[in-house]
């Protein structure tokens, strides 16, 4: 049976008590930890009381919201995982156009609370993704191209420090700290609530999808990348291949937020750049569009991936993306997935010293993941996944931090940091993570070391 501390509000788990394994169990299956205890936070003083007690007794601590990290940072072995996932309120003020949103909220809560309203925020592509996460990383979505990652739209952030201590950040407000909580993850504290602004985006959407043999390809993904350049901001252009028992079949096309008719003769224009297998043009909510990339199958697959940020895509990387990695274009289908999503527009209009994300002039995003459910081909999955995004590792210019797997992180700030920041952003977030955390109390995250 459950049992519940009387210095907690919520339920504290430990092995053996309901709920425990599936509170533990996150997004990517190759993860199988068993933290000494789980404490499910009712409110910001079941936090400050997790973080103090983990302190006094020298464990480490996870931090659980929507579980999407693939590292499987939320889960610390024999350690304390804070679970979030009963602060999942989100309070919408459309007179202000303002949503405050509890740490533990998925994306589909504030996008389902916004939307009464006709209101919305940058908020990812899936909808069970936790907002804490993302957001803290930067948060790449929809209405980016229009307003901004979802770090540009936050108003404020209220955290539990490393001593167990409320602090609220906003630019007016601990600025630094709110200078570092846009892009820098979760090294300087648990959020326990964020204040997001708001936009008058409407309800209705547009998704534009055109299917293409990859070995006539070369030629359509050119055309798809130049119209992008001149592509207004309410289109997000998108690419994928992906492997299919009649050989690898390339997607391209954009998603439109906003009335579908603005978007003129754009669907004409990319259905034109060559002879399509198959086209698609429909117009979701944007709710649906919202769920459209939500996880089938729950938490049961294995999970890996690889990312790049794109600052050019030049006929040498259409033919290394369409490769994935292999010597031809075949069908394997143990090769992963891969994708582009278009950056630019209002992302490109915030200065970069602005936030501690970085890699603002980025054209393309690109993503190389695979899924799958036995763990014999562990190996060979993650192999094949490692070289598709060592193929296009030449034409890269950086990676979103949120991308970056443990295999990457495991050198320290040498490694993959290193392509996330700069080295005066590097610099300026050490000295704020000293300034917060001297001794790495959050640690188990695309770590920022402090000095010393």
């Known amino acids: 049976m459950t049992t519940t501390a009387t210095c907690f509000n919520g339920p504290l788990l430990t ?36 973080v103090r007690l983990a302190r006094e007794l020298d464990l480490e601590i996870g931090v659980r919201c929507g579980g999407h990290n693939a590292a499987g940072f939320a889960v610390p072995d024999d350690g304390l995982m804070i679970d979030l996932t009963l602060m999942g309120g989100v309070r919408v003020d459309p007179l202000r156009r303002r949503a405050r949103v ?10 389902r609370a916004s939307q009464a309203h006709g209101l919305a925020t940058t908020a990812g592509n899936v909808s069970d993704t936790g907002v804490g996460g993302l957001t803290l990383g930067g948060g790449m ?8 990652l979802a770090c540009d739209n936050v108003v404020s952030f209220t955290l539990v420090t490393a001593d167990g201590e409320n602090v609220t950040a906003g630019r007016d407000r601990n600025s630094e700290l709110f200078w570092g909580l846009r892009g820098g993850g979760g090294n300087f504290g648990i959020v326990t609530e ?48 992906a492997s299919t028992p009649a050989g690898p079949i390339v997607t391209i096309g954009f998603v439109w937020v906003g009335d579908p008719a603005a ?66 274009l075949s069908g394997d289908p143990a090769l992963p997935g891969v994708g582009l999503q278009a950056h630019g527009g209002a992302i490109d209009d915030v200065p970069d010293a602005d936030a501690a994300f970085s890699h603002r002039g980025t054209m393309f995003e690109f993503g190389a993941g695979s899924r799958w459910s036995d763990p014999a081909e562990d190996e060979a999955r993650m192999s094949a996944a490692r070289a598709a995004g060592a193929a296009i590792a030449p034409y890269a210019s950086g990676v979103y931090v949120n991308s970056l797997t443990a295999d990457e992180l495991s050198d320290g700030p040498s ?17 704020l993570k000293t300034a917060y955390d001297p001794h790495n109390v959050f640690h188990l995250n695309q770590n920022i070391r402090p000095a010393g």
Not at 31 to 45: C, H, K, N, Q, S
Not at 102 to 111: N, P, S, T, V
Not at 141 to 148: E, I, K, P
């Open 102 to 111: 509890q740490g533990g909220a998925l994306l589909g809560a504030l996008d």
């Open 194 to 241: 964020f204040e997001f602004q708001l936009h008058e985006t409407g309800t209705r959407t547009l998704v534009a999808e055109f299917d293409f043999r990859a070995e006539d390809a070369v030629p359509v993904l050119e055309g798809w990348r130049d119209l992008n350049a001149a592509a207004p901001r309410q289109a997000t252009f998108t690419a994928d291949v």
């Open 415 to 431: 490694g993959g940091l290193r392509r996330a920041y700069s080295a005066e952003k590097l610099a300026r977030l050490t000295a």
């Open 141 to 148: 979505g929809w209405l980016a191209r229009q307003y901004g």
């Open 263 to 328: 978007a003129g003769d754009l669907p004409a224009a990319m259905r034109a750049l060559g002879r399509p297998l198959a086209s698609r043009v429909t117009t979701p909510s944007y709710l649906e569009l919202q769920r459209r990339g939500d996880s089938t199958g729950g938490h049961a697959y294995r999970r890996y991936s690889k990312g790049h940020y794109l600052r050019g895509f030049p006929t040498a990387a259409i033919e290394a993306f369409l490769l994935r990695g292999a010597r031809d």
């Open 15 to 50: 092995p053996g008590d309901h709920g425990y394994d599936s509170a533990r169990t996150i997004w990517n299956a190759m993860i199988d930890r068993r933290p000494r205890m789980i404490v499910r936070a009712a409110d910001v003083t079941d936090v400050a009381a997790a």
